[in-house]
């Protein structure tokens, strides 16, 4: 079974732009997760996808968005980049079927550098 | 706020039982224990969950106290592939406290 595949794995983009990260999810998976890495904040949680709803968000700004599609990928969008957005970007997909599938796999990243 | 602490780092001998604690006492009666481990740079991996009872996979044992405001993660045959960051995480299933929180974790470096 395949994994949870992000791309791109890589990206320079400059200050001010606007960049998509996309996720794919393990078959089956209708909840997916983003998360942002960053040496100074550790692991942060993004928001929550589930058949196309965003069911939870975490503290950051609405440059920051995200959507799912009917087949469970999901994309999350960075508008007017700023340096401090430079990070490993982490999609995570599980389950998400009451107490069942709850695990959460991740994907590699996408690591953005904004210039 | 991560809800769980964890000492920074620790050593363990290659083929040796690591023995990786983590506190939350302040845990609620539907939040699980998670644990994830971190390989530099790669996504975090799913090692183990639990409510109250020990679990065991074929990665790790998880043994949770009686009074689950304690656990330890049990990698039985340490390698040098396991040396990574160890990430202890409690969660709920529902509502909005269902996402992983992460903690600063544990930097787990197993010696040859």
């Known amino acids: 079974k395949a994994g949870v595949t992000q791309t791109p794995r890589y990206l320079i983009k400059t200050r001010g732009q606007q960049v998509t990260l996309s996720c794919s999810p393990i078959?089956?998976?209708?909840?997916v997760s983003w998360y942002q890495q960053t040496p100074g904040q550790g692991l942060q949680f993004l928001f929550e996808?589930?058949?196309?709803?965003?069911?939870n968000k975490g503290n950051f700004p609405g440059r920051f968005s995200g959507r799912q599609f009917s087949n469970s990928r999901s994309e999350m969008n960075v508008s007017t980049l700023e340096l401090g957005d430079s990070a490993l970007y982490l999609c995570?997909?599980?389950?998400?079927?009451?107490?069942?599938?709850?695990?959460?796999?991740f994907g590699q990243g996408t690591r953005l550098t904004v210039v | 706020d991560a809800k769980t602490t964890q000492p920074t780092s620790m050593d363990c001998a290659e083929g040796r039982a690591a023995n990786l604690p983590c506190n939350h006492s302040?845990?609620?009666?539907?939040?699980?224990v998670y644990w994830y481990r971190q390989i530099h740079s790669q996504g975090p991996q799913y090692i183990i969950h639990g409510l109250k009872n020990n679990e065991t996979n074929e990665m790790a044992s998880l043994i949770i106290t009686e009074d689950r405001k304690s656990s330890t993660l049990i990698l039985p045959h340490a390698t040098l592939r396991d040396t990574a960051v160890y990430y202890c995480?409690?969660?709920?299933?529902?509502?909005?406290?269902?996402?992983?929180?992460f903690g600063s974790g544990t930097q787990l470096t197993v010696l040859p």
């Open positions: 996808y589930f058949s196309e709803t965003q069911r």
């Open positions: 302040t845990i609620s009666g539907n939040e699980y």
């Open positions: 078959s089956g998976h209708r909840s």
């Open positions: 995480i409690v969660r709920a299933l529902s509502g909005s406290a269902r996402q992983l929180t």
């Open positions: 995570a997909s599980s389950l998400a079927s009451g107490t069942q599938g709850t695990e959460a796999f």
